[in-house]
């Protein structure tokens, strides 16, 4: 299972769903289902999440078994 950090990173930046969204080319349910873990995201989808916040991906994502 993949754990996420998006919502805090959010937060840190003062950020919505929505803007996140728009950042990274998708939609808005797409990052909400991320952040409660309902989806896993390709790894394109991730490096462009790590790359909106400047932080490597392991920061944002962990794998957990």
Known sequence: ???TRIR???????MKQEE??????????TI??????RYNP???L???IAQVFGVSI????TVEE
């Not at 996140?20 to 349910?29: D, H, K, S, W």
């Open 8 to 14: 805090e990173f959010r937060a840190k930046h003062d």
């Open 58 to 61: 392991e920061e944002i994502f």
């Open 20 to 29: 996140l969204a728009q950042r990274v080319g998708v939609r808005r349910e």
């Open 42 to 44: 390709s790894l394109a």
């Open 46 to 48: 991730a490096w462009k």
């Open 32 to 37: 909400g289902n991320l952040e409660k873990g």
């Open 1 to 3: 299972m993949i754990k």
